[in-house]
């Protein structure tokens, strides 16, 4: 099964597993737009559905996220149609979309709620890619993998159970 996990933002990430195999990990696409006075990362649709494409998955798995406390309004909005952009590209691609919340599948893989846990972990499942994840930076690319991972494990052929329940 072709799986996409993707860690949604601006600044997140997207990764391809195929067979239970890291295929690809990247930074979302993003491009840089003027938003009054100063420019602001924004993913960029184009890209991703290029990507989408090209990766041909049969799944896309997105964190489901939430707004921060504290946030001001636009940055709450601006956060909003970032982590929504993934979802509708794919579903306008016809691509099947799930969502599990971060809680969930790091509980189910043991991570505590630290970056450098999602980090290290991909590292120890795909050793051959760990350049992947060696920046700190990285841990969107970590998680985006990770959540394909958590899938994966999910599905009847792993012994995993009712991936929805």
């Known amino acids: 099964m072709r799986i996409v996990g993707v860690d949604p933002g601006a600044h997140g990430g997207v990764a391809l597993l195929v067979g239970g195999q890291l295929e690809r990990a990247v930074d979302m696409p993003a491009i840089e737009v003027r938003r009054g006075k100063t420019d602001k990362a924004e993913v960029d649709g184009y890209a991703l559905a290029a990507l989408l494409r090209e990766m041909q998955p049969a799944v896309v798995v997105v964190e489901q996220v939430g707004g921060i406390?504290?946030?001001s309004a636009s940055a709450a909005f601006n956060f909003g149609r970032a982590a929504g952009a993934p979802e509708y590209i794919a579903k306008a691609l016809g691509i099947r979309v799930e969502h599990v919340t971060p809680m969930r599948w790091?509980?189910?893989?043991?991570?505590?709620?630290?970056?450098?846990?999602?980090?290290?972990?991909?590292?120890?499942?795909?050793?051959?890619l760990a350049a992947l994840f060696s920046r700190k930076k990285d841990n969107d690319r970590a998680e985006a993998a990770l959540l394909a991972h958590w899938f994966q494990?999910?599905?009847p052929q792993h012994g995993g159970g009712d991936v929805f329940a």
Request: overall charge positive; charged content about 20%.
């Open 69 to 71: 406390q504290g946030q």
């Open 153 to 155: 494990l999910q599905q």
């Open 106 to 128: 790091k509980k189910a893989l043991g991570l505590n709620a630290g970056k450098d846990g999602s980090r290290a972990m991909a590292m120890r499942l795909w050793p051959s």
